[in-house]
């Protein structure tokens, strides 16, 4: 990744212009033709560095309950774990951390009943015990980082 | 929300094709022009149901080595103002006070990402010398097992 690509990096995270054609406003901005701009976050995309390009919804304005939740698991169970825990299309973020509870995951569903439901089903497919639930009460912030220069 | 909001959210939610003309393209699926298609995804961002239009970035391939989901306990007088303060921070993602089970006293959510294990450590020791918290536990990030974009819409039955 060179500094070109870090200045698409750091215009795709403020506004998209919301334009007819937003990759020419964005390499009118960079001194770059628009087709530079497509081909680099075409790259990016294949090195794995951009994971998604478009809209983020706010859950919560759509009517959708989010939390995140936490298990520990023994090290030898946590692929089968996550395997059931992954299966879950409500189920977005799953990571593997050090320390206990280890695995940590976030769970968006349009209702309570559905959010539990689906705690359920990991406690009885997993015999996992205890799942740490833990109910968003206040966002103070959801960004992501801007990019730096090494 | 009217359908045709619903219908343009719905084939957004995955994300733009790489092309010149995204919105072209959902307007033709649609069956409206271009303009509307860019005027209501403007009026669904500033009404907030869009809370942002751009990239999500794999931190660990931007030169992220290490990351940490770092809890903190905070007591319930000191959290508006640590919370907004943490909030200000580059190195931190995500800051959310949450609701804590029996037993869990770490009620301030917090991503950091640093660019080495030192880094981390330093910035960590930085943030728990500036405010006051009873404790705050760290748990570093070993492994994405999973990693997608919810979609909230629903194609339309044919």
């Known amino acids: ?150 | 929300m009217d359908s045709k909001t619903r219908q343009i959210l719905c084939e957004l939610q995955d994300g733009f094709k790489l092309e010149t003309r995204p919105f072209k393209r959902i307007a033709n699926k649609v069956g409206c022009t271009e303009e509307e298609v860019i005027e209501i995804i403007s009026k669904c961002r500033d009404d907030g149901i869009i809370r942002r239009i751009g990239a999500a970035i794999r931190p660990e391939q931007i030169g992220h080595a290490a990351n940490a989901l770092v809890a903190w306990d905070v007591s319930e007088e000191n959290v508006d103002e640590i919370g907004t303060a943490l909030a200000e921070l580059r190195e931190i993602s995500h800051c959310y006070e949450r609701e804590c089970p029996p037993g869990w006293n770490y009620n301030l959510f917090t991503m950091i990402h640093a660019r080495s294990e030192e880094e981390l450590r330093n910035i960590v020791a930085g943030i728990s010398e500036r405010f006051k918290f009873n404790g705050f536990k760290i748990f570093r990030t070993e492994k994405e097992l999973k990693k997608t974009s919810m979609r909230y819409f629903e194609e339309a039955q044919p």
């Open chain 1, 1 to 150: 990744m060179d500094d070109k690509d870090r200045e698409i990096l750091q215009m795709l995270q403020g506004r998209f212009p919301l334009e007819s054609e937003p990759y020419r406003v964005i390499g009118d901005k960079l001194w770059m033709d628009e087709v530079s701009v497509i081909s680099r976050i075409a790259r990016m995309y294949e090195s794995g560095a951009i994971r998604y390009l478009g809209p983020f919804f706010d859950s919560r304005k759509l009517g959708y309950k989010g939390c995140l939740a936490a298990i520990d698991a023994p090290a030898d169970r946590v692929d089968a774990i996550a395997a059931v825990i992954n299966g879950y299309s409500e189920i977005t973020h799953n990571y593997l951390r050090e320390g206990s509870p280890n695995i940590w995951f976030t769970v968006i569903a349009p209702s309570e009943e559905r959010r539990e439901q689906i705690f359920a089903e990991i406690r009885q497919k997993t015999g996992v015990k205890d799942i740490l639930i833990f109910a968003s009460k206040k966002l103070f912030k959801v960004r992501l980082i801007l990019t730096r220069r090494q």
